[in-house]
């Protein structure tokens, strides 16, 4: 449908690498295109990983980690914010975290402007304690509007938040070739994407990968992403014996090319969101094996029919999925096949359309009052 040209503007800590981040730039991007005004500020300076569109204005705030939680500095981030934010004069403002929600909520109190929160990740576990649990809750009731992934993560907020949102997934917003890798092609490589971090389950990775070698000493793992535990990670791998198989190349804006080339992608995680690498390992047509985590792998993941979904911390029924995908060209050809049609399904250019119309539904309940 068309819609009216609107001023949009998204809220987020910083552009660095990360799943919000990527969808933040390809949401504005894709905005932008269709004609819309879009903005982006951050918290923070620092270099963007991801590359905006050229008519995109970004505005770092210029704030440091280390101010981060800090109460008297989160009241100076939302004062900035709210001046900011005024002097553009925004139809809408879109926090891509829960967190940010109540900075958007704050600058946007007694304004024209319309503030719109987004949950980016799984609520029972991301920053899930007191306060930022109440903070969580209470900034959603108090938004505009609600962006879940999931409808499970809906069912985390009150129901004055679920209520007045929506459930939009994902969009596949990596650069995902055209073209799908024939699977006598594909390299002897398995693929994984993400943050460095506890969550991620990389460690669980590993120690499947070091037991996958022992039938199949051809195959390397590939292990795309930065964070706090490269080092551990490299440590692991060479207590395991497999350190001459595995690599950390770190965070790759080609990184959909790499792992489209790849025999098989593993998504370990212990929570998601929505996973971004998984959807765009699928959208790649290659044969994917995930973590039954909460949440995410489930609602895009049909067992056996377009992935293999595992259970969480199982090393042992990880490194039996991975060494079936390596033996079974059949299984492998039919999770490529059934795969790729995720392309439909979460089209970039459906998933933002999806977003503009619940935009013009927020802004438009505004102008008619």
Not at 91 to 107: E, K, R, W
Not at 257 to 272: C, N, T
């Amino acid at each position: 449908l068309e819609v009216r040209k609107m001023r949009i503007g998204f809220l987020i800590p910083s552009l660095a690498v990360g799943g919000a981040e990527r969808a933040t730039v390809a949401l504005g991007n894709g905005m932008a295109h269709l004609g819309h005004e879009v903005f982006i500020i951050t918290l923070h300076d620092g270099e963007n990983f991801y590359d905006a569109d050229g008519k995109i204005r970004i505005f770092p705030l210029g704030f440091t980690d280390e101010e981060d939680g800090k109460i008297k500095k989160s009241l100076k981030k939302a004062y900035n914010l709210r001046r900011v934010m005024k002097n553009l004069g925004l139809d809408v403002i879109i926090a891509m975290s829960s967190l940010m929600a109540a900075y958007g909520v704050f600058a946007c109190a007694f304004t024209g402007t319309k503030s719109i929160g987004s949950e980016r990740s799984n609520p029972y576990r991301h920053f899930s304690a007191f306060p930022y649990s109440l903070i969580k809750k209470i900034s959603a009731s108090f938004s505009d509007g609600y962006v879940f992934q999931t409808k499970a993560a809906m069912e985390y907020y009150p129901k004055r938040a679920a209520k007045k949102g929506i459930v939009i997934p994902n969009g596949i917003f990596g650069n995902v070739p055209d073209k799908i890798t024939p699977f006598e092609e594909r390299k002897k490589v398995i693929y994984a994407m993400g943050r460095l971090v506890p969550e991620k389950g990389f460690d669980v990775l590993l120690k499947a990968f070091a037991v996958f070698s022992e039938k199949h000493s051809d195959y390397t793992l590939t292990v795309l992403g930065e964070g706090e535990l490269h080092s551990s990670l490299e440590e692991l791998a060479e207590s395991l014996g497999v350190s001459e198989k595995v690599s950390f190349p770190g965070a790759d804006k080609s990184a959909c090319e790499k792992i489209s080339g790849g025999r098989m992608f593993v998504l370990s995680s212990r929570f998601e969101g929505m996973p971004n690498a998984l959807i765009e390992a699928m959208a790649c047509g290659v044969p994917v094996i995930a973590a039954d985590c909460p949440m995410g792998p489930s609602e895009l993941i049909t067992n056996v029919e377009n992935g293999i979904l595992v259970k969480v911390d199982d090393v042992h029924g990880l490194a039996a999925a991975m060494c079936e995908l390596a033996e079974d060209d059949f299984l492998s050809a039919k999770l490529s096949e059934n795969a790729v049609k995720i392309r439909e399904r979460l089209s970039p250019e459906k998933v933002t359309e999806e977003w503009l119309q619940y935009i013009y539904s927020i802004t438009s309940k505004a102008a008619e009052k």
